[in-house]
T-cell receptor
């Protein structure tokens, strides 16, 4: 599976947009970009995923560059409850991978009042 | 809607004792099931996954085993726990390999 690179930590003011970058320069054609977050002492929560088109749901937006080598997760109006570790994951589907997720260290997002 | 349950939430066990962690999913049938472990200060590591009853695949060699006795039940076991087995154990499910995985609240295991 392709490896991802994320900043170790980021800060954001409450009410502002949080833009979390992720590099995945070795991504393959059959690999999706997934985002999860983990609030302290809880299981990871699925946020959003995409292949090559930009995606939006009730939680966030995902912007994937045209060459698919990087992406940005956008939380449009961050709240204190969005403070968490955010994981960018490249997930292979098909073949013998069975859709397994490989988690890296993620980005610690801290939202300040 | 689908829900996933893990228990217990926390567990303290002595070295050398057996282990059994249980995970069940409701509201779906024939899900893919996964066991992950998160050691302190580290990312999640996939331990086992299952695509059907009795079908278990292991990702890393270790002191643990998994079983799927029923369609929506996934069990993580050990005959003799080691200190290195301490960690946060998470169960996850997905409809199939193409859909997102959804995680339970985890079991925090401490080995003394």
């Amino acid at each position: 599976d392709a490896k991802t690179t994320q900043p170790t930590s980021m800060d954001c003011a409450e009410g502002r947009a949080a833009n979390l970058p992720c590099n995945h320069s070795t991504i393959s054609g059959n690999e999706y970009v997934y985002w999860y977050r983990q609030i302290h002492s809880q299981g990871p929560q699925y946020i959003i995923h995409g292949l090559k088109n930009n995606e939006t749901n009730e939680m966030a937006s995902l912007i994937i560059t045209e060459d698919r080598k990087s992406s940005t997760l956008i939380l449009p109006h961050a709240t204190l409850r969005d403070t968490a570790v955010y994981y960018c994951i490249v997930r292979k589907v098909g073949g013998t991978s069975y859709g397994k997720l490989t988690f890296g260290q993620g980005t610690i997002l801290t939202v300040h009042p | 809607s689908q829900t996933i349950h893990q228990w217990p939430a926390t567990l303290v066990q002595p070295v050398g004792s057996p282990l059994s962690l249980e995970c069940t999913v409701e509201g779906t049938s024939n899900p893919n099931l996964y066991w992950y472990r998160q050691a302190a200060g580290r990312g999640l590591q996939l331990l086992f996954y299952s695509v059907g009853i009795g079908q278990i695949s292991s990702e890393v060699p270790q002191n643990l085993s998994a079983s799927r006795p029923q369609d929506r039940q996934f069990i993580l076991s050990s005959k003799k726990l080691l200190l290195s087995d301490s960690g946060f154990y998470l169960c996850a499910w997905s409809v199939n390999e193409y859909q997102p995985q959804h995680f339970g609240d985890g079991t925090r295991l401490s080995i003394l």
